[in-house]
Nanobody, 118 residues
Framework: QVQLVESGGGLVQAGGSLRLSCAASGRTFSSMTMGWFRQAPGKERAFVAHIDMSGTGPYYADSVKGRFTISRDNAKNTVYLQMNSLKPEDTAVYYC???????????WGQGTQVTVSS
């Protein structure tokens, strides 16, 4: 079983930055693809970014490309999401998720609120 705990959310002004962290329990972190998703009020949960087990080939949603950076530290069982140049439309609950290769995302954190004021 994998447990995920996000942290780092908060209130920030437009143009500011935040770094989200997601700490994973268990021994399988280094063999899992990690992703970040977000859900804005009244909208469905949407993909933000993912990174594979070795940290290569990160992939981003078009809406965050060039502003957000996903990274991971397998020694610390932690994945990060550095968010720069934040916009009000980035306001959402951000979720960390994990999956094994060629599988669906099966493990989710509880979410952390990010609010960007204009």
């Amino acid at each position: 079983q994998v447990q995920l705990v996000e942290s780092g959310g908060g209130l920030v002004q437009a143009g500011g930055s935040l770094r989200l962290s997601c700490a994973a329990s268990g021994r399988t972190f280094s063999s899992m693809t990690m992703g970040w998703f977000r859900q804005a009020p009244g909208k469905e949960r949407a993909f933000v970014a993912h990174i594979d087990m070795s940290g290569t080939g990160p992939y981003y949603a078009d809406s965050v490309k060039g502003r957000f950076t996903i990274s991971r530290d397998n020694a610390k069982n932690t994945v990060y999401l550095q968010m720069n140049s934040l916009k009000p439309e980035d306001t959402a609950v951000y979720y960390c998720a994990a999956r094994f290769p060629f599988k669906e995302y099966a493990y989710w954190g509880q979410g952390t609120q990010v609010t960007v004021s204009s």
